[in-house]
């Protein structure tokens, strides 16, 4: 438990990048490095946080931390993988102020950007080995990839493809010889059953209560943290009728702007705007708004896996999971362009430190850290 904290906050402090960034991270230390998870159940869990609302990066840490862990686990990896951008931006609320961004902090952003093309290169690749393997899942990635890069975005043009990937799979790859779950399928659905009755229970009851502060607070975060896909981006337009007056204007896109100068999740945004809302007292507006705009990702997540644990194994699902993981690799290589490219990249120049990056990584089996440090030098110096 310990070592799990220590990785996954170590991740909180570095993992600049956003959604896709973060899951090359994942994939990198957790599978590649430290092997606490197979790469079919590292890409198990990244479709089922793909399909589901919420922080997509951190339900993929918590479904880790869970493989791991347990549900203390995927508990200890969400505090660890969030803290360190809930305290930068909580104080940033507490001590805002009008100056410029530092130069040295402009330095960092654009070196982590160009360590975020390096790891997802890294577990495109990776990923692209595993699960790339004939002709049609080759062409389920490449379709995949080519859709989600010329689709508007959305929540239906992104989910499209992994559903049809899954659909592909279970109608004409059924697997013959599929390993038997030890999971009840009954008893999964009473888990399961349960967990999001809890959700339902939270996203309906405190609005009877929603005269008081704390409360109302709550339930707006919660209601957000609902119905959001796509990643932290795409926070701010559904946040701002949602909050009304309780947040200002003027506080959500400076939640918005700091959220970009931290790493980690983007949605820890709601513990900057959390920390402005008159009324409560900085720390607890900010726990208070955090906690509300992730628990709904993470009821979801553990209310969907019992259910998906116990049934993966029959025959047709299994052929679905073949191409699903095929179209998570055409996810990861859009992503990989689009944001993560297009942010990182500048000049020629740049492409000396990323082909270097890659060596590192690759060939050379250097950390995450000391790769990032070499792009911090180039940045600095060049």
Partial sequence: ??????????????????????????????????????????????????????????????????????YL????????????????????????SSNDTAGWVSTLISAAKLLAVVVVIDATISMGRKFIHSFTTAMVAIVTTVWLLASPSG??????????????????????????????????????GIILSLFVFLLTVPWLFNSVLPVQVFNLFYQAGSFVFGGGHVVLPLLEPILGDVVTDSSLIEGYAAAQLVPGPMFTMASYLGATVEGLSPIWGSII??????????????????????????????????????????????????????????QWTDLIPI???????????????WVLLMMIGYQWFF
């Fill in 73 to 96: 686990g995927a508990l200890g990896a969400f505090v660890a993988f969030t803290l360190p951008s809930f305290a930068l931006l909580t104080a940033a609320a507490m001590f805002s």
């Fill in 355 to 369: 082909v270097v990056g890659l060596a590192a990584l690759i060939k050379w089996r250097l950390s995450v850290f």
């Fill in 155 to 192: 929540v239906v043009y992104q989910v499209l493809p992994i559903l049809l990937a899954g659909v592909i799979g279970a109608v004409g790859f059924k697997q013959t010889a599929v390993q038997a779950t030890s999971i009840s399928i009954v008893h999964a659905q009473r888990r399961s």
């Fill in 1 to 70: 438990m310990i070592e799990l904290l220590k990785q996954f906050f170590i991740l909180g402090c570095m993992s600049f990048g956003g959604p896709a960034a973060h899951i090359g991270y994942f994939e990198h230390v957790f599978v590649k490095e430290k092997q606490w998870l197979s790469a079919e159940a590292f890409a198990s869990g990244l479709a089922i946080s793909q399909f589901l609302p919420g922080p997509g990066s951190s339900q993929l840490g918590m479904y880790i931390g869970y493989q791991r862990g347990g």
């Fill in 289 to 346: 708004a955090t906690i509300a705009i992730f628990l709904p990702g993470a009821l979801l997540m553990f209310g969907v896996l019992p259910v998906w644990e116990a049934v993966k194994s029959q025959p047709r699902l299994a052929g679905a999971i073949i191409m699903i993981n095929a179209s998570v690799v055409g996810l990861l290589a859009a992503a990989l362009y689009q944001p993560v490219w297009v942010s990182a990249y500048s």
